[in-house]
């Protein structure tokens, strides 16, 4: 029964670990928070190699239906 109520505390303060460690811990312990962090980007960044979004223009998909919609309006 003890672990059961542990589970949900461990979780939690691993969470703060890998997301806010850096700010407030020790150099070694913070830089391995960081570390931690930038290891786990880096893995779910790697399940998808394909996903490239349109940083450059987030707006051209809208802007582009909107010139097709006017255009068909005409």
Do not use: Y
């Not at 672990?3 to 850096?22: E, H, K, R, Y």
């Not at 979004?53 to 809208?62: F, M, Q, S």
Request: aromatic content about 8%; proline content about 8%; overall charge positive.
């Amino acid at each position: 029964m003890r672990s059961n109520a542990l589970t949900p505390i461990l979780v939690i303060l691993v969470l703060v670990f890998i997301g806010f460690g850096d700010r407030f811990l020790p150099e070694p312990v913070g830089t391995a928070s960081t570390q931690t962090r930038t290891s786990i980007n880096q893995f779910i960044a790697g399940m998808f190699p394909d996903w490239r979004p349109n940083k450059l223009k987030p707006n051209e998909r809208t802007e582009r239906a909107i010139q097709q919609q006017e255009e068909g309006s005409q």
